[in-house]
T-cell receptor, first 115, second 109 residues
Framework: DAGVIQSPRHEVTEMGQEVTLRCKPISGHNSLFWYRQTMMRGLELLIYFNNNVPIDDSGMPEDRFSAKMPNASFSTLKIQPSEPRDSAVYFC?????????????FGDGTRLSIL | RKEVEQDPGPFNVPEGATVAFNCTYSNSASQSFFWYRQDCRKEPKLLMSVYSSGNEDGRFTAQLNRASQYISLLIRDSKLSDSATYLCVVNKGTYKYIFGTGTRLKVLA
């Protein structure tokens, strides 16, 4: 079975540019999460979708960050304009339920470097 | 106090050794518990869920102690390939999964 699929795997761009990260959750999973991981701050939840609806975006750092989930099989995380401090690994994860008793499954991540 | 605490390590153990990690959690309402492993520059991968009665998967055993609010992971007969960071994850029955900062394990030849 296919796991969570993220693209691109790596992204290097100059500050000020728009960055779009993509995620395809596991088929049948109704919960989708975007995380950011850095050495300093560990794993941070950015936004959570349930049945394609954003439920909690309190972790989104600034208005420069936005996320969408137009359908059950696709989500994007966009940064515009990007800044060097956005450099991190961004993970997408999905799970079957919202009650928390099901584990999350992570994609390979996007390693983002903003120069 | 952090909601989920782990000893960062590193735990350096020889091949074949038995090693155990603990993870403490502060919220007594926590309901679900998981162990993940994360290799350097890779994504967290589910190792096992932790059930109230304890559970075993091959060389790995997970236990939950609700009274003392901790979970443990025991690895028997350590392999070089077990070298990784082990993340403890706790959930209160919502969509928020609380991750520990991880315990680094190095298995030495």
């Amino acid at each position: 079975d296919a796991g969570v699929i993220q693209s691109p795997r790596h992204e290097v761009t100059e500050m000020g540019q728009e960055v779009t990260l993509r995620c395809k959750p596991i088929s049948g999973h109704n919960s989708l999460f975007w995380y950011r991981q850095t050495m300093m701050r560990g794993l941070e939840l950015l936004i959570y979708f349930n049945n394609n609806v954003p439920i909690d975006d309190s972790g989104m750092p600034e208005d420069r960050f936005s996320a969408k989930m137009p359908n059950a099989s696709f989500s994007t995380l966009k940064i515009q304009p990007s800044e060097p401090r956005d450099s991190a690994v961004y993970f997408c994860a999905s799970s079957l339920q919202t009650g928390g008793n099901q584990p999350q499954h992570f994609g390979d991540g996007t390693r983002l470097s903003i120069l | 106090r952090k909601e989920v605490e782990q000893d960062p390590g590193p735990f350096n153990v020889p091949e074949g050794a038995t090693v155990a990690f603990n993870c403490t959690y502060s919220n007594s309402a926590s309901q679900s518990f998981f162990w993940y492993r994360q290799d350097c520059r890779k994504e967290p991968k589910l190792l096992m869920s932790v059930y109230s009665s304890g559970n075993e998967d091959g060389r790995f055993t997970a236990q939950l102690n609700r009274a003392s609010q901790y979970i443990s992971l025991l690895i028997r007969d350590s392999k070089l390939s077990d070298s990784a960071t082990y993340l403890c994850v706790v959930n209160k029955g919502t969509y928020k999964y609380i991750f520990g900062t991880g315990t680094r394990l190095k298995v030495l030849a």
